[in-house]
């Protein structure tokens, strides 16, 4: 018999939606509610103790995130998801379910600055340690694992520098371990990479990026990959261990395959509150619909724009997956055939004059600090997000004085092209 399961476009469409059971709706109404009235004591109590599913209080869920949710889960292949006010709030809660003070993550060094932030500095503050290790090389992960080690991190392709990280080899060494396995997936997307199938048990994004797509509204989305047997496992107390507030219910044995995303829920959204608003929702919802007809062009143009700089007289190197002589070519064509993403970097001859000038003379680029937009965007992150360190310190980081970061939007490829040339020639 032939297969039913539905293709990706019409998940992106259909997935977790259903015409408004009260007035016939067929686009996703904004349920812009705080609270919902309960039938009766007993329907309050029931989803109060977690007995019924339901909506109490938006904090908690929402009707219109639920749809993102499920839509969130299908497309990547999860057992169920759960939205968030942004990307770092998903980073936040998915550790807070997993991770005591004194423990450890190891996560790869190649990530976007604001995570490596989030890592450095504030999971410090929780007892949260990060042990970095080598993004292009999957024996360091195994190696930086101890005993303290409650999960390991990366990104599927790490913003800024195209890197693509070698998922199955990592996801093997997690399993052997039996080490929750998170990517970050924001920069591929489901169309581009699902990284449940590769090994990962847990899927984080910022919906702000690609999901969205449009530059117009922040959020988030943890996908549980149900995949991770939590029970009787005393490392993971947050899912094995009784929880009093729900009468000694122990989530991990209640919940089974999706007992991750609901830990982040009930115990991560209700206590740590960063609630995405239905609104945002809304607008997140309405961008996944056109996910993959945009993902393919954000792919497509941005090869063709890779290529041309490549040949620029002003312009010493190039660095993205998808051009054949790149260093993670192998890599990209084994786990995003369809295309290496949007986002890329390139080196401008004459360095950091020659950076700050482009910036200045591009006209159709937006000079702003995001990705994933339908408008083509542009970042020379050493005279912005990496201007406090010192060139060394921005060399590391892969952003020296000579970077610039493109991230390829939607506009016909030709008027890209122009508005490159005439900023590197002016
Ligand atoms: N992960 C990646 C790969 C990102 O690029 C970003 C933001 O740029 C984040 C996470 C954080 O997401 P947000 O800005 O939605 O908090």
Same mark, same amino acid.
């Given at each position: 018999?032939?297969?039913?399961?539905?293709?990706?476009?019409?998940?992106? *469409?259909?997935?977790?939606?259903?015409?408004?059971?009260?007035?016939?709706?067929?686009?996703?109404? *904004?349920?812009?509610?705080?609270?919902f009235?309960?039938?009766?004591?007993?329907?309050a109590?029931?989803?109060?103790?977690l007995?019924?599913?339901?909506?109490?209080?938006?904090?908690?869920?929402?009707?219109?995130?639920?749809?993102?949710?499920?839509?969130?889960?299908?497309?990547?292949?999860?057992t169920?998801?759960l939205a968030?006010?942004?990307g770092h709030?998903? &980073?936040?809660?998915?550790?807070?379910?997993?991770?005591?003070p004194?423990?450890?993550?190891?996560?790869?060094?190649?990530l976007y600055?604001g995570?490596?932030?989030?890592?450095?500095?504030?999971?410090?503050?929780f007892?949260?340690?990060?042990v970095?290790?080598?993004?292009?090389?999957?024996?360091?992960?195994e190696?930086?694992?101890?005993? @303290?080690?409650?999960a390991?991190?990366?990104?599927s392709?790490?913003?800024?520098?195209?890197?693509?990280?070698?998922?199955?080899? %990592?996801?093997?060494?997690a399993?052997?371990?039996?080490?929750?396995? %998170?990517?970050d997936?924001?920069?591929?997307?489901? =169309?581009?990479?699902?990284?449940?199938e590769?090994?990962a048990? %847990?899927?984080? $994004?910022?919906?702000?990026?690609f999901?969205g797509? $449009?530059?117009?509204?922040i959020?988030g989305?943890?996908?549980?990959?149900?995949?991770?047997d939590?029970?009787g496992?005393?490392?993971?107390?947050?899912?094995?261990?009784?929880?009093? &507030?729900?009468?000694?219910m122990?989530?991990? &044995?209640?919940?089974?395959?999706f007992?991750?995303? *609901?830990? #982040?829920?009930?115990l991560?959204?209700?206590?740590?509150g960063?609630?995405?608003?239905?609104?945002?929702?809304?607008?997140?919802?309405?961008?996944?619909?056109?996910?993959?007809?945009?993902?393919q062009?954000? #792919?497509?143009?941005?090869l063709?724009?890779?290529?041309?700089?490549?040949? $620029?007289? @002003?312009?010493?190197?190039? #660095?993205y997956?998808?051009l054949?002589?790149?260093?993670?070519h192998?890599?990209?064509q084994? =786990? #995003?055939?369809?295309?290496?993403g949007?986002?890329?970097?390139?080196?401008?001859?004459?360095?950091?004059?020659?950076?700050?000038k482009?910036?200045?003379?591009?006209?159709?680029?937006?000079?702003?600090a995001n990705?994933?937009?339908?408008?083509?965007?542009?970042?020379?992150?050493?005279?912005t997000?990496?201007?406090?360190?010192? &060139?060394?310190?921005q060399?590391?980081?892969?952003?020296?004085?000579d970077v610039?970061?493109?991230?390829?939007?939607?506009?016909?490829?030709?008027?890209?092209i122009?508005?490159?040339?005439?900023?590197?020639?002016?």
């Amino acid at each position: 018999m032939a297969d039913q399961t539905p293709g990706f476009a019409t998940l992106a *469409i259909h997935a977790g939606a259903a015409p408004d059971a009260a007035t016939g709706a067929r686009a996703t109404p *904004i349920y812009q509610t705080t609270s919902f009235v309960f039938d009766d004591v007993d329907h309050a109590a029931s989803l109060f103790g977690l007995q019924a599913f339901g909506n109490i209080y938006t904090r908690l869920g929402n009707p219109t995130s639920a749809v993102l949710e499920e839509r969130v889960a299908a497309l990547e292949g999860g057992t169920a998801a759960l939205a968030v006010a942004s990307g770092h709030a998903a &980073e936040f809660l998915t550790m807070h379910a997993l991770m005591q003070p004194g423990d450890e993550f190891v996560a790869a060094n190649k990530l976007y600055g604001g995570s490596i932030n989030q890592f450095n500095h504030s999971y410090k503050n929780f007892g949260w340690n990060v042990v970095w290790a080598d993004a292009d090389d999957p024996a360091s992960f195994e190696a930086a694992i101890t005993e @303290k080690t409650k999960a390991i991190f990366v990104e599927s392709i790490a913003n800024p520098g195209g890197v693509i990280v070698d998922l199955e080899a %990592i996801g093997r060494i997690a399993k052997a371990h039996r080490i929750p396995f %998170i990517v970050d997936n924001t920069m591929a997307s489901p =169309y581009l990479i699902r990284p449940l199938e590769y090994g990962a048990d %847990i899927v984080v $994004h910022s919906a702000t990026k690609f999901l969205g797509g $449009h530059g117009n509204s922040i959020g988030g989305v943890i996908v549980d990959g149900g995949s991770f047997d939590w029970t009787g496992d005393d490392r993971y107390p947050m899912l094995s261990k009784p929880r009093p &507030e729900y009468g000694g219910m122990v989530l991990g &044995e209640t919940f089974g395959n999706f007992a991750f995303a *609901i830990a #982040c829920r009930v115990l991560g959204l209700r206590d740590l509150g960063p609630a995405l608003s239905p609104f945002n929702a809304f607008m997140l919802l309405t961008g996944i619909e056109t996910l993959p007809l945009r993902m393919q062009r954000h #792919c497509d143009s941005t090869l063709t724009v890779a290529r041309f700089l490549e040949k $620029h007289p @002003k312009v010493d190197w190039v #660095c993205y997956p998808g051009l054949d002589n790149d260093k993670y070519h192998g890599l990209a064509q084994k =786990y #995003c055939p369809q295309g290496a993403g949007a986002v890329f970097t390139f080196g401008v001859t004459g360095g950091y004059e020659a950076g700050v000038k482009l910036v200045s003379n591009l006209k159709l680029f937006s000079h702003l600090a995001n990705i994933g937009d339908t408008r083509s965007l542009v970042i020379h992150p050493a005279s912005t997000t990496h201007r406090q360190l010192t &060139e060394a310190q921005q060399i590391a980081a892969g952003a020296g004085p000579d970077v610039v970061r493109l991230s390829i939007g939607l506009e016909d490829t030709a008027d890209l092209i122009r508005d490159l040339d005439q900023a590197l020639t002016a």
